[in-house]
């Protein structure tokens, strides 16, 4: 073969292995070219807002309660209902603010714009604490005033993870910790696939702001991360999970705010009245 046969040889093939290359990521699917752009926003993104603190700024009394604020859709109002009731059952220093709604969720500022009506819970409830469950409504475009960014693009998880953030950043101007609870497995494999990758987001901006991320899935998945929806509470097996395969019973409400009190005892001791208890016995 000479030189110059050679040389065309050689360029033909590279052309070649780039026409393949092409083929092949065009056949991605979008959920996987999604995945893979959530892996380089979650690598390389840093917060730039105001980062919100662990702790509550005061501490709190049976006569002086933390005012908890619950924000959310229909799974985070099932949230706030076990958690009022928890909360009065183990007499401790706090009323619950429920003020999630059912249907809603951040993709959609056109249905139910969470981030400013989040500004003006900031501002009329004055809360010392939030909890926010947000995903299972998500899965569908993201709908802002002068822009909508389809689903399943890769431009998708960057306007839906600006979503997340204008939450944390009212929660961080305010001065609020929060805690944001990442959804558990849904038995519908769409939305599961969609809550999975959610997830990632929601842990990516929550550790970036300061606010603490609490994944439901840690404790209601079963041995292999996915759906169940009966599980081993104190000894005995019970149904967490109702029939529509999203939503929790009363078991498995309870289980998802014992968890997240668990979380919250460390950071905000005289709610439990830990703090109070020491303080008396020191006076």
């Not at 822009?147 to 600006?162: C, L, M, N, P």
């Not at 939305?191 to 959610?198: A, C, G, I, K, Q």
């Not at 300061?210 to 009966?230: E, M």
């Amino acid at each position: 073969m000479s030189i110059s046969n050679s040389v065309t040889f050689g360029v033909v093939r590279r052309l070649c292995f780039a026409l393949v290359v092409t083929v092949v990521c065009h056949a991605c699917t979008s959920s996987q070219a999604q995945d893979l752009a959530d892996g380089f926003i979650a690598a390389s993104h840093q917060s730039s807002g105001p980062q919100i603190p662990r702790a509550a700024a005061r501490s709190f009394t049976a006569d002086d309660p933390a005012r908890i604020l619950v924000i959310g859709d229909s799974l985070g109002q099932g949230i706030g209902i076990f958690l009022r009731n928890r909360v009065a059952e183990r007499g401790l220093n706090a009323v619950v603010i429920n003020r999630a709604r059912s249907s809603t969720g951040l993709a959609r500022r056109d249905f139910y714009d969470w981030p400013n009506a989040f500004k003006r819970m900031a501002t009329q409830d004055r809360p010392d604490i939030v909890v926010a469950h947000f995903g299972v409504n998500d899965m569908q475009s993201v709908i802002r005033p002068n822009e909508r960014v389809t689903f399943g693009t890769e431009a998708w998880s960057a306007a839906y993870q600006e979503e997340i953030r204008s939450i944390l950043n009212v929660a961080g101007a305010a001065g609020t910790p929060l805690y944001w609870l990442g959804p558990g497995p849904d038995r519908s494999r769409n939305l599961n696939n969609h809550l999975t990758r959610v997830n990632r987001l929601f842990e990516t901006e929550a550790k970036a702001s300061g606010a603490v991320y609490l994944p439901i899935k840690a404790f209601t998945a079963n041995q292999d991360g996915g759906y169940q929806r009966r599980a081993t509470v104190d000894g005995r097996v019970v149904s967490i999970r109702t029939n529509d395969g999203s939503h929790f019973t009363g078991i498995g409400y309870t289980l998802v705010v014992d968890r997240l009190l668990d979380r919250m005892e460390t950071n905000v001791p005289s709610m439990f009245g830990r703090g109070n208890a020491l303080l008396a016995a020191l006076q």
